[in-house]
């Protein structure tokens, strides 16, 4: 922006794309100067609500020590936001309106402080002639003029630095990181961008995170750092005169935009608008499986927590509560009680507003498989088959991933491509999906369906050494292309995707895995076995192996999950390494035979206890599986346990089947971890179908 208010009214609907813009926001419970005097990522908002509800610059600096220009600045969003709710929006001349726009209020802004609706605001301030103006970021400190491809969108301008050129294609960002949309969309993004300049035709890319690589200025025709907002989508495509608009490769914030840009008139490439939302809605998408006779787990749309526990008590619990258009699975949560049920509920709603929440029955002990695709007008083009190390239950962008695929039946493959064949039909996809499933004792029930490049498309394309967005985007412009040829009896590797986490930033988080996703990162290794793989995966996302010199800690919840790890338990014991266990779990595997050490825990005040030996550095390795246990006494020490190995160093595994694959890995390499190889050597097509050990 050309203001302060401009831009810091655009930074906040970049950091929360669902916000209006700066909005005032109090944190319930907590003085407004304690929360003026503290430094959080919420502080703004509660400055700009101190200014709303009266409070003078020069008191709002004396608590927050904030410099008074800015206050300043903030202070005359306040007073024109005052201002704005006293009119009607027939009352909004082109002085006021222009003074609004000028200082970064949204359409959606002045619609909710008039009474109005956001269409309504647009048409309103197009008929009184007032537009952004396109502007180059000037580069060269206006010594030279600025030629560079970085532009944003004012109404603190006279004119345009740039026209409109041949109508391009409008490709929409991932935007801001955070947990569930990271690089692995702006790989999607780019991806598009190369091959639609290949293909000739002119890339136009909204974006706003300068860490992306689709934001180098040399990567696209055009570039604007801008919001990715309906409002300033359709300016930029009005500027532009598009051919069209791409959103299924910047993650769920521009895939959400697909309906209400279709509604205003946008051509929306690739699959339908109307099919993406009938995916996206819960309830449109489970009814839609129920017609074309795709299983899935038992499921109701409820409103109120009394149907929600009429549901739960005829399905059984655990369930599942999913929200709709939503971001790495906000909100989404397992409620195995109706205590649970209700704020799993609360949550929900509030994250998903107007859009439907619904409840499913929870599968336990089922595994999860990712199906990522490519179709053509409802036919499958190319398609790739990866398994979850860990059970159901764990979100997909912290799970770790397998591909291709070891331990799915045969007949189970064969029922998930004819769902994800059914599926593409009925939705008619054109371009990139996500197919999620549970497979359990050959039979396969879908969870859900993203009509967009998933987290995991840089992974299955890199794995493949076939760019898989590449393809998608020749469907999407063209209406066809040829599809790759993958044999998987061909590739003699496999590939293991790990997730990487931040707990030990993040103080005070309780460092166990859910439906909601948590991880911040991922790595992707090559082996030429699973256990070689996901060794490799397990170094490059910093998990230290343990020692024989030091000691392994075990604490599992539960018998069943006991016997279940019984097999990793003795692997790790005939490799030499020093187990030690919690009283629970060392009564259990004592009584089996296996000789291990006892530690106490609290309440206990015995020495030796686990929380000295974490503390003391004794420890190199923590197996703690928290799965089935609802003792409050039990989840309490949990969290302590994990925290500990978190700030203390230790290495943390906290599922059971990721705990068997490290003892089976670790048994099958215990010379040590094998060397990397270069990714070049696994796609050599002279060693496909052969084996490496040679190599």
């Avoid at 491809?149 to 603190?156: D, G, H, I, V």
């Avoid at 008590?313 to 109706?338: C, I, W």
């Avoid at 063209?478 to 590797?493: C, F, N, Q, R, V």
């Avoid at 998990?543 to 279940?564: C, G, N, Q, T």
Wanted: charged letters at 25%; aromatic letters at 8%.
């Amino acid at each position: 922006g050309r203001t302060f208010e401009e831009a810091i009214q655009k930074a906040a609907r970049m950091v929360k794309p669902s916000s209006m813009g700066l909005e005032a926001s109090v944190e319930a419970g907590v003085a407004l100067e304690e929360q003026l005097s503290k430094a959080t990522n919420e502080r703004l908002y509660a400055v700009q609500a101190a200014l709303e509800q009266g409070m003078t610059v020069e008191q709002v600096h004396r608590h927050s020590r904030i410099d008074r220009w800015f206050l300043s600045k903030l202070h005359n969003i306040a007073r024109l936001k005052a201002k704005a709710r006293t009119l009607s929006l027939d009352a909004l001349d082109y002085p006021n309106l222009k003074a609004l726009k000028c200082a970064g209020f949204s359409d959606r802004q002045i619609a909710s402080y008039t009474g109005s609706q956001e269409m309504i605001v647009r048409r309103k301030r197009q008929q009184l002639g007032l537009l952004p103006c396109v502007k180059q970021i000037d580069t060269l400190a206006a010594e030279f003029p600025a030629a560079t491809n970085y532009l944003y969108m004012t109404y603190n301008g006279s004119e345009n630095d740039v026209s409109a050129e041949d109508a391009g294609v409008m490709v929409l960002g991932c935007g801001a990181y955070c947990i569930g949309s990271s690089v692995e969309f702006d790989w999607c993004a780019v991806s598009c961008v190369r091959q639609l300049r290949a293909m000739g035709h002119p890339a136009v890319v909204i974006n706003y995170n300068p860490e992306t690589v689709s934001t180098d200025y040399d990567e696209s025709d055009r570039l604007y750092f801008e919001e990715l907002s309906l409002e300033r989508v359709l300016d930029v495509y009005e500027f532009e005169q598009a051919a069209g608009v791409i959103v299924s490769v910047g993650g769920q914030i521009p895939n959400n935009l697909a309906k209400p840009l279709s509604q205003q008139g946008v051509h929306i490439l690739g699959t339908a608008a109307e099919d993406i939302d009938r995916a996206e809605d819960r309830h449109r998408f489970s009814a839609m499986c129920d017609e074309i006779g795709v299983d899935q787990p038992l499921w109701r749309e409820l409103t109120d927590a009394t149907a929600a526990r009429a549901f739960a008590s005829e399905a059984g619990y655990p369930v599942l509560v999913r929200p709709s258009f939503v971001l790495s699975g906000a909100a989404m949560s397992v409620a195995s009680t109706p205590e649970e049920l209700d704020a799993c509920l609360q949550n929900a709603s509030e994250v998903s507003q107007d859009k439907p929440v619904v409840v499913s029955k929870f599968m336990l002990n089922a595994k999860e498989i990712e199906f990522d695709a490519v179709a053509c007008r409802g036919r499958i083009l190319n398609y790739a088959i990866s398994e979850h190390v860990e059970n159901a239950g764990v979100h997909s962008g912290d799970a770790t991933l397998v591909l291709p695929a070891q331990k799915l039946y045969v007949q189970t493959i064969r029922r998930v491509k004819r769902i994800a064949g059914a599926v593409a039909e009925a939705l008619n996809i054109s371009g990139p999906f996500n197919l999620q499933l549970l497979a359990k004792d050959n039979y396969v029930k879908v969870i859900e369906c993203n009509l967009r490049a998933s987290r995991t498309f840089p992974f299955i394309s890199k794995t493949f050494d076939m760019n898989f967005i590449t393809l998608a985007t020749k469907v999407m412009i063209e209406g066809t292309a040829k599809p790759y040829s993958i044999s998987l009896l061909d590739y003699d590797y496999v590939a293991v995707k790990a997730p990487i986490f931040s707990f030990t930033r993040l103080r005070g988080a309780d460092p166990t895995l859910g439906v909601e996703m948590a991880s911040t990162g991922e790595v992707a290794c090559f082996g030429r076995d699973v256990h070689e793989a996901f060794l490799q995966a397990l170094e490059a996302a910093n998990f230290k192996m343990p020692s024989k010199s030091s000691h392994i800690l075990v604490s599992i919840a539960e018998d069943r999950v006991r016997e279940h790890f019984a097999e990793g338990l003795e692997l790790l014991l005939s490799m030499g390494y020093s187990v030690v266990a919690t009283p629970g779990t060392h009564e259990f595997f004592s009584r089996r035979g296996h000789d291990i050490a006892r530690l106490s825990k609290p309440p206990s005040t015995e020495e030796p206890s686990v929380l000295t030996w974490i503390t003391e550095g004794k420890i190199d390795l923590v197996i703690n599986i928290p799965e089935g246990t609802t003792r409050k006494d039990e989840i309490t020490f949990g969290y302590r346990m994990r925290r500990a190995a978190v700030d203390f160093g230790a290495s943390l595994v906290t599922n059971v089947k990721c705990a068997l694959l490290l003892a089976e890995a670790l048994s099958r390499h215990q010379d040590g971890p094998p060397l990397a190889r270069p990714v070049e050597e696994y796609h050599q097509p002279a060693l496909l179908g052969t084996m490496r050990e040679e190599v």
